[in-house]
């Protein structure tokens, strides 16, 4: 006879003005279930875009199929989790050409990179298409307590031009939940904390500000619910909780730490409250909220624009102070490449921490990496000739034991890209028989 | 392409055209399902490099190659293993080509579409020198009947067969199909060998004539002159029935016709300036020279 108790997975820590999503607790699982019953898990797709394309000569694996040897520069921060990594070759996004509309490549990448439509050329009316992973939010963020997160680590703006006639909106937004409604990411790290776990985000600056400096942590509202938790969870589950809850208590840390820091530093741009004005520790405070956000299965779908595309940001925190737009226009010049090279590595070990974070978060037999598929990548290839071809596409992560990582898959040439997104959709069972421009899904994913 | 040597007649007709600035070739696919078929396309593509247009062309590459994966036509031909087997005095390839795998290959179906959705509109045909099968597969991709009633004017089909399956899958603009006739009351004479070709020190589409090793028929070639030269007098359209009209010749224009045939297949190679920008070599420094002295 089973008699165990099980906790309800949509269990929260609640207390005045704070609602805290938990993480998946062996106590949530009916009794005698395995990670191999279906729907045990929830699969998380999130799409993580940098700009200006990637240097592909230190990006793409020599040889198809597994990993033999180093992994490429760029993508060597990922060995330790290599056999997470599957590199796709020359997918391609044939609607971020100009087909007639000219000049404005960057505009149409990013507009056209997850809506698989051409962007209308304007600064005024525009126009794309809903984007694939609102599509996947529409159809499972009943589920969760937000059908998908916008995140980003630069500039906002909607509107004016951001490239040769193309609206803002088009660079800095990746997600469209209709097309001609781009969901602008959040930049500020407070303005998120308080979206996941509630509190003042309504506040504005300077009352948020006077709010900060009597801050109580947010753990504080809720430790009457948190003891009683406690008492009704087996010693792994505690043990989950307790790390589950510093993480949270770390983020409010690095977000007072930048608070602190952001009066005494001036970036030399404005920046919303909060940002921090380091780079690494921005995408670091964003990307550990995902990753709460992820384990709390507070949202399954997730965008992230590191930087906006066509974006002059200088990284002189890697000692270069050059813009990194002008940077990709390098006529092949070997010092400017090897500039472009390091802007490309210095994401990509930002992003492999992140990814460190996600395989060490056990969850049932495996771990919140395994069960996400995280896309990484950009919407040009070439940034010098700003080709559409051949874009530089990495998944990261099992996609609930789905994928088989460890190599790379070359594609036939000209595959759209929005082949792979169907094949993604697929796996988080949204099953529709046609988006952008796809010809199908590819294939090769798979375990077998 | 491989099946008839007038497909690679057809080609270098095509190239001719495209060298004269009368036409743009933005798309070739083949329905042979034979890596050297997609290779001798681009054999024959890098033969005239610069030629190549379009996005592709822009950066002095060749087109990507469509190849039908579907296995209904199989193998390679001797007007395939002829060129591309052809060397050097040093071993070499005469014909080098980067078509190795099937990955070194486009999907027919989506590059034609994506070839249609880079055209003004009205301003595209499309030419059939085979069997239907690659255009049969871009009437299933959603949204692809409008965008080619938007971007085709007319679709010329080589073979009738072709035209009537075309027609049936709803193909939706007018239809030229060349009549049976056409091709083999034109032949393109072997002596050209010895001739126009005998200018260049190594042709691919010569070397295909000359592995098939007679006079060649025409069919394929009037549909390509027909499609760019669409006025020439030496060409006649039937009534329509349905969408389709009948291309015939004009029995008095017949030597004009093969002279213009003879003519657009052995032009030489115009070399297009490529668009993009190109890489900043760093001139030598000039040596200081000493002021001169007062």
Redesign the interface.
């Known amino acids: 006879m089973i008699t165990r108790k099980t906790l309800s997975r949509r269990t929260m820590l609640r207390g005045a003005g704070t609602a805290i999503a938990l993480p998946f607790f062996d106590a949530m699982a009916p009794a005698l279930a395995s990670s191999t019953v279906p729907g045990g898990k929830p699969v998380r797709m999130a799409f993580v875009y940098v700009p200006n394309g990637i240097d592909m000569r230190h990006w793409t694996p020599k040889e198809d199929g597994a990993f033999v040897g180093d992994l490429p520069k760029i993508l060597k921060p990922m060995e330790s989790m290599r056999q997470d990594v599957t590199i796709l070759s020359n997918l391609t996004q044939n609607n971020g050409r100009a087909l007639l509309d000219g000049a404005g490549d960057h505009g149409r990448c990013c507009g056209a990179y997850l809506t698989g439509i051409q962007p209308r050329k304007t600064m005024v009316d525009i126009k794309a298409g809903i984007s694939c992973d609102q599509i996947v939010a529409n159809h499972v963020g009943k589920q969760t307590r937000f059908p998908s997160l916008e995140v980003g680590l630069e500039d906002a703006r909607q509107a004016g031009d951001c490239d040769s006639g193309y609206s803002c909106a088009y660079t800095n937004n990746l997600a469209w939940r209709s097309e001609t409604q781009p969901l602008p990411p959040v930049l500020d790290p407070r303005a998120l904390f308080e979206r996941l776990f509630g509190k003042g985000a309504a506040l504005n600056p300077e009352e948020r500000a006077r709010q900060t400096k009597y801050r109580r942590s947010i753990l504080d509202y809720v430790t009457g619910d948190t003891k009683k938790l406690q008492g009704d969870l087996g010693p792994t589950d505690r043990r989950k909780l307790d790390e589950y809850l510093s993480s949270i208590r770390e983020i409010e840390r690095q977000l007072e730490k930048a608070e602190k820091d952001n009066a005494q530093v001036n970036p030399g741009m404005p920046k919303p409250y909060g940002v921090p004005a380091d780079f690494s520790e921005h995408f670091r405070l964003m990307t550990d909220m995902i990753t709460v956000a992820f384990q709390a299965d507070m949202s399954r779908v997730v965008t992230f624009l590191v930087t906006r595309e066509g974006t002059s940001r200088p990284y002189r925190e890697i000692g270069i102070p050059d813009g990194h737009h002008p940077l990709t226009h390098h006529m092949n010049k070997p010092e400017l490449l090897d500039k472009v090279t390091r802007i490309n590595e210095y994401h990509m070990v930002q992003f492999a921490k992140w990814m460190e974070k996600l395989k060490g978060i056990k969850e049932g037999d495996s771990n919140i990496l395994g069960n996400s598929m995280i896309v990484y990548g950009a919407g040009l290839s070439d940034g010098n000739r700003h080709t559409h071809e051949n874009l530089p596409v990495m998944i990261v992560g099992g996609g609930g034991n789905t994928i088989k990582g460890g190599r790379r898959i070359t594609y036939r040439k000209e595959t759209p890209i929005s082949n792979l997104y169907l094949a993604m959709m697929d796996r988080m069972n949204v099953k529709i028989e046609h988006f952008g421009d796809a010809t199908g899904r590819i294939d090769g994913l798979n375990l077998a | 392409m491989g099946s008839r040597v007038e497909t690679a007649l057809a080609l270098a007709v095509l190239y001719g055209l495209d060298g004269k600035n009368e036409c743009r070739v933005v798309s070739i696919s083949s329905t042979r399902t034979s890596l050297l078929s997609a290779a001798y396309c681009e054999v024959v593509g890098r033969f005239y490099a610069g030629a190549v247009s379009a996005?592709f062309g822009a950066?002095a590459r060749t087109l990507?190659v469509g190849l039908a994966?579907d296995g209904k036509i199989p193998g390679d031909t001797p007007l395939l293993t002829g060129p591309l087997g052809r060397t050097n005095p040093d071993g070499s390839k005469t014909y080098p080509h980067g078509i190795e795998t099937?990955?070194?290959?486009?999907?027919a179906?989506?590059?034609i579409?994506?070839a249609f959705?880079?055209?003004?509109d009205q301003n595209a045909t499309v030419v059939l020198a085979g069997p239907p099968a690659n255009l049969l597969q871009v009437l299933t991709?959603?949204g692809s009947k409008e965008l080619i009633t938007a971007k085709v004017k007319e679709l010329v089909c080589a073979h009738p067969q072709a035209a009537k399956e075309l027609e049936a899958a709803g193909w939706p603009t007018p239809i030229i199909s060349v009549s049976p006739s056409v091709g083999s009351s034109v032949l393109f004479p072997l002596s050209t060998l010895g001739k126009e070709f005998a200018e260049f020190p190594a042709h691919p589409v010569a070397d295909a004539l000359k592995a098939y090793g007679k006079d060649a028929p025409t069919g394929e070639l009037a549909a390509v002159l027909y499609a760019v030269r669409p006025g020439d007098k030496a060409f006649a359209l039937s009534e329509p029935v349905g969408k389709i009209r009948q291309l015939m010749l004009v029995p008095a224009e017949k030597d004009r016709l093969l002279a213009s045939y003879i003519e657009l297949a052995t032009a030489k190679p115009v070399v297009r300036q490529p668009r993009?920008?190109r890489?900043?070599v760093e001139e030598p420094k000039k040596p200081e020279t000493a002021p001169a002295k007062p």
């Open positions: 996005a950066f990507p994966a099937l990955i070194d290959t486009a999907a179906h989506g590059l579409r994506n959705t880079a055209q003004h991709l959603p993009f920008r890489p900043v």
